[in-house]
């Protein structure tokens, strides 16, 4: 089993930053694919950017250039620098962990609201 928890959620006024963190506990394995997804209300859940254990990366276009992913191995930790955040940002973010090693998975957070209003 692997346990996600995430942090760094918000309210944030539009053009402002914010940077969510997810640490991942349990059965984890190196060999790996953590990242971000996101619901708004009223729609369905999809990717905002996710990063492999060799630093690979894949952005939804809505975020290209704003967004940043990475992570740190050694604390099996993943973060999402946002940057010039708009109001259609505004979602619960879902971090999200993966291998093809763990059969149970992927594996989901519990989710952090982030809020982007004036």
């Known amino acids: 089993q692997v346990q996600l928890v995430e942090s760094g959620g918000g309210l944030v006024q539009p053009g402002g930053s914010l940077r969510l963190s997810c640490v991942a506990s349990g059965s984890i394995f190196s060999l790996s694919i953590m990242g971000w997804y996101r619901q708004a209300p009223g729609k369905q859940r999809e990717l905002v950017a996710i990063?492999?254990?060799?630093?690979?990366?894949n952005y939804a276009d809505s975020v290209k250039g704003r967004f940043t992913v990475s992570r740190d191995n050694a604390k099996n930790t993943v973060y999402l620098q946002m940057n010039s955040l708009k109001p259609e940002d505004t979602a619960v973010y879902y971090c999200?962990?993966?291998?093809?090693?763990?059969?149970?998975?992927?594996?989901w957070g519990q989710g952090t609201q982030v809020t982007v209003s004036s």
């Open positions: 999200n962990y993966n291998t093809r090693l763990d059969s149970k998975g992927p594996y």
């Open positions: 990063i492999s254990n060799y630093g690979g990366t």
